[in-house]
């Protein structure tokens, strides 16, 4: 808010008015946003609302110009499970350990990035496997991905 | 069992047997199986070991028959021992379509709904996870790459020259 008591251009109007006003033009946007309103619907509100014809234009046309930037924003608000953003590999090779000499095996340390739905961040998800079980790993991520595909085709 | 026959064979001719002698009995034979069977060493040098002990030759039989009976159950149980990260145990996958949410109606989005089910130290975790189909089509691109790099001549030569 303090972005709009702050503008020079503004200093001049009541500084609750100004609140007033910025909390209805956002209350607006977002509810059209979230509805999906098409122009004219958007028109037609603000004509109820006794808005000149020039204000509405003006405002529909950056409504238009931000409305896909809004909808990514309003789409991405909401609770989720964590959500994997990249994952990253080590393979070793066990050649000992204190326990057990003589181990000799592939080993794989698979690590998920991952992103929390409300604070961004969240501790990776990592894991160790055989290469056994890295193909059964990717086995079942290819059968999702098949999935989807043919999902997206019908 | 041939344990106890070791175990008696040791102790023939003895006659006062305290409770201390037949622990550390059990400890020392403990101690040489546990080692024998983490080193791995061949049946020549565990001969070669115990000889040095000066017990009977049919007690040496014995216990070379013992270490080579258990030492892949020992192995095995020492294996256990070792520090280890969770482990991978299965993975299971449902596709979702969001379709409205409260702060957007009227979407198409659609996401891979994953349950990874990890093993550590006997205990079973599942964490649910989801995934978009660009970062599906990448995990499995990388992970294919992961898998790739054992058939590599690197990777070969060098299992090659460590056994």
């Known amino acids: 808010n303090s972005f709009i008591l702050d503008d020079p251009d503004l200093k001049d109007i009541d ?3 100004l609140k007033h006003c910025h909390a209805a033009a956002a209350m607006c946007i977002l509810e059209a946003g979230k509805q999906n309103a098409d122009i004219s619907a958007i028109s037609t509100c603000l004509e109820d609302c006794k808005l000149d014809k020039e204000r509405i234009e003006q405002f529909c046309t950056e409504y238009q110009k931000n409305k896909d930037a809004l909808e990514i924003l309003l789409g991405s608000i909401g609770r989720s499970p964590l959500h994997i953003t990249d994952v990253s590999w080590r393979l070793e090779y066990q050649i000992k350990n204190n326990q057990l000499h003589k181990t000799y095996q592939p080993s794989y340390l698979v690590t998920l990035n991952v992103e929390n739905s409300d604070s961004g961040s969240h501790p990776d998800v990592s894991f160790s496997c055989t290469m056994e079980q890295l193909q059964d790993l990717v086995g079942k991520l290819k059968d999702a991905a098949k999935s ?4 997206t085709q019908m | 069992s041939i344990f106890l026959k070791a175990l008696c064979a040791f102790f023939k001719g003895k006659l006062n047997i305290s409770v201390d002698i037949i622990q550390h009995g059990v400890e020392g034979l403990m101690y040489l199986l546990t080692e024998s069977s983490k080193l791995m060493i061949s049946e020549v040098d565990f001969q070669d070991s115990i000889n040095v002990l000066g017990f009977s030759d049919e007690l040496n039989k014995s216990l070379l028959q013992l270490y080579l009976d258990n030492r892949k159950e020992i192995r095995s149980i020492l294996g256990e021992l070792a520090p280890r990260l969770p482990s991978y145990h299965s993975l299971e996958w449902r596709l979702d379509v969001q379709l409205a949410s409260r702060s957007l109606r009227q979407q198409i989005k659609p996401a891979v709904t994953m349950k990874l089910h990890l093993n550590q130290n006997e205990d079973q975790t599942a ?11 990448h995990l499995i691109q990388q992970l294919e790459q992961a898998l790739g790099e054992m058939k590599m001549n690197h990777c070969r030569r060098i299992v090659r020259n460590m056994k």
């Open chain 1, 15 to 17: 500084p609750t008015v």
């Open chain 2, 127 to 137: 964490q649910v996870l989801q995934t978009d189909p660009a970062t599906l089509l």
């Open chain 1, 148 to 151: 989807l595909e043919r999902a």
